[in-house]
């Protein structure tokens, strides 16, 4: 793995953000560095909309919100003195998405730590930085979160956690 290929792993949270923060602040225009910002697509779960049309547009709303997301989160890295051509923007969609049904591509969503540490391992990153999802310790435990996962699951690289 490559200590100097960063991936940050994005759900578009707070967190997240301060997680491209803190590798924009750490990294402050040094060069030799790769940075690539990954969203896994966790598309709206269709049994909550009444038709297929109102759950393709749900689905466009939060692809548009990532995006924006991301493209913040890329300007935010090259604000700190990063070359544009060093940071890049990784967008899988799921598998059933109701925006990206024919993506070559794509996340079968039964594990977002899985997709993340998979992407991660196919790309050679040696560093991977993910946002702590504000839950309690309880919640945590009942319903597990991506970030434990990625921590307990990830092998050859480092993980950084971002509170």
Known sequence: ??????????????????????????????????????????????????????????????????????????????????????????????CQSPVNPDALQCSIGTSIARDILQFQQKGNFGTLAIGRRGVSRAEEFLFGSVTTKVTHLAKDCTVWVVQ
């Open 1 to 94: 793995m490559d200590p100097k290929k960063i991936l940050i792993a994005v759900d578009a949270s707070e967190n997240a953000a301060r997680a491209v923060n803190y590798v924009a602040e750490l990294l402050d225009g040094s060069s030799g560095f790769l940075v690539t910002v990954l969203y896994i697509e966790r598309p709206p779960n269709r049994d909550l909309f009444p038709d297929e049309a109102s759950w393709v547009e749900a689905g466009q709303t939060q692809e548009l919100r990532i995006r924006t997301f991301l493209q913040q989160a890329k300007t935010n890295l090259t604000g700190h003195g990063l070359a544009p051509e060093t940071v890049t923007i990784a967008y899988v969609p799921h």
